[in-house]
């Protein structure tokens, strides 16, 4: 069997291996959570959405008792501290305020 591997670029900033689920920030392993993992790959794979918390809980988060809008609130912000290393003026994971989230490479 034969599994084709998927790796999603975006400049030279960021690298998501769909395959081996793994994720490069500018060429470094950074190791995410199993809910952080499928919240970048999901804004990743439609860059120019927007994404409202609602959407992104139902999609990413399987816990039932984590099924409170403010908790992709921290899963973000857990996000961004791990992919957005020294990069203060650049963000990978943008705000939409009044609206939820998008990928901003």
């Known amino acids: 069997m034969l599994i084709e591997k998927k790796v999603l670029k975006f400049k030279d900033e960021i ?8 994720v490069k920030v500018r060429g470094k392993d950074v190791f ?8 970048l790959l999901m804004m990743a794979s439609n860059p120019k959405r927007v994404f409202t918390r609602e959407e992104l809980l139902q999609k990413v988060v399987e816990d039932p008792c984590e099924k409170f809008d403010r908790v992709i609130d921290s899963h973000i912000k857990n996000l961004r501290q791990k992919i957005e290393v020294n990069s203060k003026d650049f963000k990978i994971v943008k705000t939409v305020y009044g609206v939820g989230y998008k990928f901003g490479i």
């Open 15 to 22: 690298e998501i291996d769909t395959v081996s689920r793994s």
């Open 32 to 39: 995410l959570t199993n809910t952080e993992y499928k919240l």
